[in-house]
């Protein structure tokens, strides 16, 4: 059973694809339909030190028996970066796609096949799906930030967590958006996207800009303390959140 694609990938990570992909096969031969990796790995924005290996597997089975097999494989590769796989099956692709439409166009555009068939390359998704998907993630992240910061205020390098997470949990919804507003597949690099969304919606993404760059861990955001900062965050979700409303 061939690999394609490996040279498509950062060097480092084609070795550990290879030997985890040769346990796949071992486990499951013909009932694997596709194979393909998605996410940072593929794009500009990896991070050998930071980035994991995502990667999906669709077989015609999916039960519990079936996947139980592959324990022992999936814990070698989680120590080498590679998440647990998302297993799933053609018709479970199918009948999803107005339930996760955000999930699926984002590993369609970032994916790269490295074995079988190329089960996303003919998906699509109703924009009414995809903006109430958005809206929800978008309305939800506020409630939980607002949420966090009552649990979290009283330790500046809580709330700078916060905001690092909460940011990268975004990023697909900032992505989505520009889908929805410009009717065409958003860009992978991170500044690309935060730059778009600024111009897309009116809006000062300064904020998100400094969180993106920000690579320490002290309690701050760039130059601000990280409350004061959140709440110059907030008022931009919060504008998005509005400008959602009205699409």
Same mark, same amino acid.
Request: aromatic share 8%; proline share 4%.
């Given at each position: 059973?061939?690999?394609?694609? !490996?040279?498509?990938?950062?060097?480092?990570?084609?070795?550990?694809?290879?030997? #985890? %992909?040769?346990?796949?096969?071992?486990?499951?031969?013909?009932? /694997?339909?596709?194979?393909?990796?998605?996410?940072?790995?593929?794009?500009? $924005?990896?991070?050998?030190?930071?980035?994991?290996?995502? /990667?999906?597997?669709?077989?015609?089975?999916?039960?519990?028996?079936?996947?139980?097999?592959?324990?022992?494989?999936?814990?070698?590769?989680?120590?080498?970066?590679?998440?647990?796989? %998302? #297993? %799933?099956?053609?018709?479970?692709?199918?009948?999803?796609?107005?339930?996760?439409?955000? @999930? =699926?166009?984002?590993?369609? $555009?970032? +994916?790269?096949?490295? #074995?079988?068939? $190329?089960?996303?390359?003919?998906?699509?998704?109703?924009?009414?799906?995809?903006? &109430?998907?958005?809206?929800?993630?978008?309305?939800?992240?506020?409630?939980?930030? &607002?949420?966090?910061?009552?649990?979290?205020?009283?330790?500046?390098?809580?709330?700078?967590?916060?905001? *690092?997470?909460?940011?990268?949990? !975004?990023?697909?919804? #900032?992505?989505?958006? !520009? +889908?929805?507003?410009?009717? @065409?597949?958003?860009?992978?690099?991170?500044?690309?996207?935060?730059?778009?969304?600024?111009?897309?919606?009116?809006?000062?993404?300064?904020?998100?800009? @400094?969180?993106? &760059? $920000? *690579?320490?861990?002290?309690?701050?955001?760039?130059?601000?303390?990280? @409350?004061?900062?959140?709440?110059? =965050?907030?008022?931009?979700?919060?504008? !998005?959140?509005?400008?959602?409303?009205?699409?």
């Amino acid at each position: 059973m061939d690999i394609k694609n !490996l040279e498509k990938l950062p060097e480092n990570v084609r070795d550990i694809l290879s030997r #985890f %992909l040769d346990g796949l096969f071992k486990l499951y031969g013909e009932d /694997i339909v596709s194979v393909f990796v998605y996410g940072s790995v593929t794009g500009a $924005d990896y991070n050998p030190k930071t980035s994991d290996i995502n /990667i999906a597997v669709v077989l015609k089975d999916i039960s519990l028996v079936k996947l139980k097999p592959a324990l022992k494989t999936v814990r070698a590769g989680l120590r080498r970066k590679i998440t647990a796989p %998302l #297993f %799933l099956t053609p018709s479970y692709i199918r009948m999803s796609l107005d339930t996760f439409p955000m @999930e =699926f166009m984002g590993m369609k $555009d970032s +994916r790269c096949v490295l #074995f079988g068939d $190329d089960v996303l390359a003919d998906i699509d998704v109703k924009t009414d799906d995809l903006r &109430r998907e958005c809206e929800y993630q978008l309305k939800g992240k506020l409630l939980t930030i &607002r949420q966090a910061y009552l649990e979290q205020a009283l330790n500046r390098k809580g709330l700078e967590r916060l905001i *690092k997470a909460s940011f990268r949990a !975004l990023i697909p919804v #900032f992505q989505n958006l !520009l +889908r929805i507003k410009r009717n @065409e597949a958003p860009p992978s690099q991170k500044e690309e996207v935060l730059s778009r969304l600024g111009k897309e919606f009116d809006m000062d993404v300064s904020s998100f800009l @400094e969180v993106w &760059r $920000d *690579k320490r861990s002290d309690g701050r955001i760039g130059n601000k303390d990280a @409350e004061p900062f959140l709440n110059d =965050f907030l008022l931009q979700l919060e504008h !998005l959140s509005n400008a959602v409303d009205n699409m």
